[in-house]
């Protein structure tokens, strides 16, 4: 059954400017041009659209989907790398959620310098924002990139 991009779309509950931006990337392989020069897409686009949309909904990066796709396009190979794989990102993830965790005390702190309604000049929350760098924030955060996280 081939279909168009739109029908592609529709049965993969993705965008088409996502899939335009898959193949792109060659994520996804370039369709096959109908006579009319439309788009054809079959059921390999499908699945294959699906395996990169589950990846991304698991916060993947394009380059962790694209060592993946790698694996699934080679069955007879040794899955030893998509363990290492998995689990390099659960370590992101970990780290990610430290980082969340500081993040909100971060904020709650925040939130504590403004416990009454006042006018905006008063208020604590926008006086500390307008500082530097929050301490905290400086101090648990950081401002490092955490690699394969999008």
Same mark, same amino acid.
């Given at each position: 059954?081939?279909?168009?991009?739109?029908?592609?779309? +529709?049965?993969?509950?993705?965008?088409?400017?996502?899939?335009?931006?898959?193949?792109?990337?060659?994520?996804?392989?370039?369709?096959?041009?109908?006579?009319?020069?439309?788009?054809?897409?079959?059921?390999?686009?499908?699945?294959?659209?699906?395996?990169?949309?589950?990846?991304?909904?698991?916060?993947?990066?394009?380059?962790? @989907?694209?060592?993946?796709?790698?694996?699934?396009?080679?069955?007879?190979?040794?899955?030893?790398?998509?363990?290492?794989?998995?689990?390099?990102?659960?370590?992101?993830?970990?780290?990610? @959620?430290? +980082?969340?965790?500081?993040?909100?005390?971060?904020?709650? &702190?925040?939130?504590? +310098?403004?416990?009454?309604?006042?006018?905006?000049?008063?208020?604590? @929350?926008?006086?500390?924002?307008? &500082?530097?760098?929050?301490?905290?924030?400086?101090?648990?955060?950081?401002?490092?990139?955490?690699?394969?996280?999008?």
């Amino acid at each position: 059954m081939q279909m168009k991009i739109g029908e592609l779309a +529709q049965a993969t509950d993705t965008a088409v400017e996502t899939i335009r931006f898959y193949e792109r990337e060659a994520l996804l392989p370039a369709p096959e041009r109908a006579n009319n020069n439309y788009r054809s897409y079959g059921p390999g686009h499908v699945e294959r659209l699906t395996f990169i949309r589950h990846c991304r909904s698991l916060d993947m990066a394009l380059d962790e @989907i694209r060592s993946l796709l790698r694996f699934k396009d080679s069955p007879e190979n040794n899955c030893a790398g998509v363990n290492e794989l998995l689990d390099n990102h659960i370590g992101h993830v970990a780290q990610r @959620i430290r +980082q969340l965790r500081v993040l909100e005390r971060v904020l709650k &702190t925040l939130r504590d +310098q403004c416990t009454e309604v006042d006018a905006a000049a008063s208020c604590g @929350i926008l006086k500390e924002l307008s &500082t530097e760098a929050p301490a905290l924030l400086a101090k648990g955060t950081g401002r490092r990139h955490v690699h394969g996280t999008h």
